[in-house]
């Protein structure tokens, strides 16, 4: 299978649509290895305790090296419906996978939402150049099917 697929991407936003919420997939070939969603208010939350690393793309990485018995992701695609963290760039790029596809970029998110100090204290770091200065490079596809991803409204 080529990557990005738009059949994949479309599914993943389909998962968002449906749990209000950023979603991401694991793929290999043409097989979905691992999916996981993370509602944008509720994401970092297990439980009652905070847990910042509960991220959908972090938890889709965990889920398909647990499924495929290795920590090493060789020949794995990660698609996530908005634009991956600094942390979830850096684990897919631990995790040396082939590529990581988006949809929706952080400038997609309404004004108010990315203005929200006490809510989301992004490191604006973006993908690129995280991939620029890192040795393993992943292929990077940005804002694939975004006009897609922008029908879809996660914040409200």
Known sequence: MKHPN???????LKLGKKWHSVA????????IISKDYCHLNQCLRKGKLFVATKHAEIN??????????EGLLNGCWLYSSLEPCPM????????????????????DRPKHERDKKSDWNWIHIKPKEIVRKAKMKPKLVVGFLRKEGQKIN???
């Open 6 to 12: 738009k059949e994949i991407m479309m599914q993943v």
């Open 88 to 107: 979830c760039v850096t684990a897919a790029i631990w995790a040396r996978m082939d590529g990581i596809v988006y949809c929706l970029l952080e400038e």
């Open 60 to 69: 889709a990485i965990e889920k398909a090296s647990e499924k495929l018995g």
């Open 154 to 156: 996660y914040w409200s």
């Open 24 to 31: 991401a997939f694991v793929v290999k070939g043409d097989r």
